[in-house]
């Protein structure tokens, strides 16, 4: 019988799943490591995107420590003020720069949405080539998630640049300068882009993973 064993195929795609903000509706702390199923819902994300990319990071602000558990790399925004999720968009891109020479793109999740699709990589990539895109972004029920896309790591400096120069916070500021193409999700029996992002979140999300399971 043969044992060999072959390595995994790269995608070119590393992830960071972005955790950087202030979570004030949530009244502060880390959404990410709010208990969802007697799991915290940072746990949810990482089973379902991990398989999709060749390395997967956090962005967060503050100690590291206390994701220690997660193995990951822990990338603090690189933009002063705590900016948004853009920053934490920038943070990824010099990461992926820095240390994945090989990797191309990019792959961002919200670290309070759960239900993530475990085909979203695939996906994006498939409707970038298909549209000769520089950038995608996942869509259900009709309405756009601008932080659940796929990024070309060669616009960090791009990026960068923006954001000091221009002020620019808010992601679709940016992206609307490239061609972006949305790829729609189906929104049923679950929305897989749900996101705990205040206390009554919580039931709901306790409710949807139950109907998911």
Do not use: Y
């Not at 002063?80 to 720069?97: I, T």
């Amino acid at each position: 019988m043969d044992v060999t064993k072959t390595a995994p195929v790269s995608t070119g795609v590393v992830g960071i799943v972005l955790a950087g903000g202030l979570s004030s509706r949530m009244g502060g702390g880390d959404k990410s490591l709010r208990l969802l199923g007697g799991r915290p819902i940072l746990d949810h994300i990482i089973e379902r995107v991990r398989p999709q990319v060749d390395e997967l990071a956090l962005n967060a602000n503050g100690d590291p420590e206390r994701f220690e558990v997660t193995g990951m790399d822990v990338l603090a925004d690189t933009m002063d003020g705590q900016p948004g999720p853009l920053a934490g968009v920038l943070a990824g891109l010099e990461w992926a720069r820095r240390h994945h020479r090989g990797a191309e793109w990019l792959a961002t999740f919200p670290g309070d949405a759960p239900f993530l699709p475990r085909n979203l990589v695939p996906r994006l990539m498939q409707a970038v080539e298909r549209a000769e895109a520089d950038m995608a972004c996942a869509a259900s029920d009709g309405r756009a998630h601008p932080v659940v896309g796929l990024w070309p790591v060669r616009l960090a400096d791009d990026l960068r640049q923006t954001m000091l120069e221009e002020d620019i916070r808010k992601v679709d500021r940016w992206t609307r300068r490239f061609k972006l193409i949305q790829v729609e999700f189906a929104a049923e029996p679950v929305d897989p882009f749900f996101n705990a992002n205040a206390p009554g979140d919580i039931e709901a999300a306790e409710r949807l993973l139950r109907r998911s399971r």
